[in-house]
């Protein structure tokens, strides 16, 4: 199961005139198919949701949601189960091809009784089996492994795993060891999430610190809420650089990582796109030397290191580069290992 908040508009202040509550059940019932129909493009949005909900969620970012749940589930069907939770408001199942969500509305108290809040709770997959997961990550393209696991108190208990134990790169996964640093600085009191620092150098994209001043202050919780929830690489760098590499090499090796050696010396994303697409792209000498020598030639780009030096026209299309060479290497139980740790944690914000 995984919960998926899509959103979430406040009410507008009631009008004078409010329609009867048996009125407004019967129009909740109605409404929870009128919202299946906008989410597949059969409705638009402005003839089923207040205007105040539209500019809260404007209807490119409610169909951007619409479409995500789509893409992980399957097609939306139909809407089950509409069941009334008090005057004008009721929960329902919206039900894909692969998963069934739960959610619920609450109507204007006015005709013509728009939505004017709207909220996925969960979505929980369907008809999933162990072989099932199995046989469907034996058909990708590609090397592909996983490990399906339940964290309980006492420690990770597997449900189904494949090639779980093998090293592959996982892209912005890596972040995860940069976040557990962070916690650890400020379990030890080293830290607090409110210090506030500088922006260092800005990376690409993804994100939305690169289009901030170079130097901007910010608090290390945003950099840390940027980092997770956006994946942005400019906050991402700019903890690298505020806890040490070493730092977070040490949670690498802390965390019970395979094979710290793949994963190390720990590249921020700015050294990343450099090596892959930089001016000379070093990328293959950077794989075919030893971890003292990545080093070396990372601290050879530092003076000259900028996003200005990269072509992003390497990566059009979202063609890997360098996937084998330049990249953060972990197996299916190392992203386990790190993901129990920061669970362990006590600290709320983790």
């Known amino acids: 199961m995984h919960r998926i908040p899509l959103v979430i508009a406040a009410l507008a202040a009631a009008p004078a005139a409010l329609a009867q509550p048996a009125q407004l059940d019967l129009e909740a019932f109605a409404r929870a198919n009128d919202a299946a129909a906008v989410?597949?493009?059969?409705?638009?949005?402005?003839?089923?949701?207040?205007?105040?909900?539209?500019?809260?969620?404007?209807?490119?970012?409610?169909?951007?949601?619409?479409?995500?749940?789509?893409a992980q589930n399957g097609a939306l069907l139909r809407v089950e189960a509409v069941e009334q939770t008090g005057p004008g408001a009721a929960k329902f199942a919206l039900v894909y091809e692969r998963a069934r969500a739960s959610a619920v509305l609450r109507l204007d108290g006015a005709a013509p009784y728009r939505i004017a809040g709207l909220r996925i709770t969960e979505v929980t997959p369907t008809g999933d089996t162990p072989e099932k997961i199995r046989s469907d990550f034996a058909a990708l393209h590609g090397r592909a492994g996983f490990a399906l696991v339940k964290l309980m108190p006492e420690g990770p208990v597997s449900i189904v795993a494949d090639r779980a134990d093998e090293q592959f790169a996982i892209g912005s996964a890596f972040k995860l060891w940069v976040l557990?640093?962070?916690?650890?600085?400020?379990?030890?009191?080293?830290?607090?999430?409110?210090?506030?620092?500088?922006?260092?150098?800005?990376?690409?994209?993804?994100?939305?610190?690169?289009?901030?001043?170079?130097?901007?202050a910010v608090t290390l919780e945003t950099l840390a809420a940027l980092m997770i929830s956006q994946s942005d690489n400019t906050a991402t760098d700019t903890l690298i650089r505020v806890l040490g590499r070493e730092a977070v090499a040490a949670r690498v090796r802390a965390s019970g990582h395979s094979a710290p050696d793949r994963m190390l010396p720990f590249l921020t994303t700015l050294e990343a796109f450099t090596l892959k697409a930089g001016k000379g792209c070093e990328a293959e000498a950077y794989g075919k030397t030893d971890e003292a020598g990545q080093a070396a030639q990372l601290a050879r780009m530092a003076p000259t290191l900028s996003p200005r030096g990269i072509d992003p026209a390497a990566f059009a299309g979202g063609k890997p580069q360098a996937i084998d060479s330049v990249e953060w290497f972990a197996s299916p139980r190392d992203l386990v290992g790190v993901l129990n740790g920061l669970r362990q944690r006590k600290d709320p914000k983790v």
């Open 180 to 216: 557990d640093a962070l916690a650890q600085d400020v379990a030890t009191g080293k830290r607090r999430w409110s210090d506030v620092v500088t922006l260092g150098l800005r990376s690409l994209p993804s994100g939305e610190l690169q289009d901030w001043p170079e130097g901007a």
């Open 39 to 70: 989410m597949q493009g059969k409705a638009p949005a402005d003839g089923v949701f207040t205007a105040e909900f539209l500019t809260a969620v404007p209807p490119d970012k409610l169909k951007a949601l619409a479409d995500q749940l789509a």
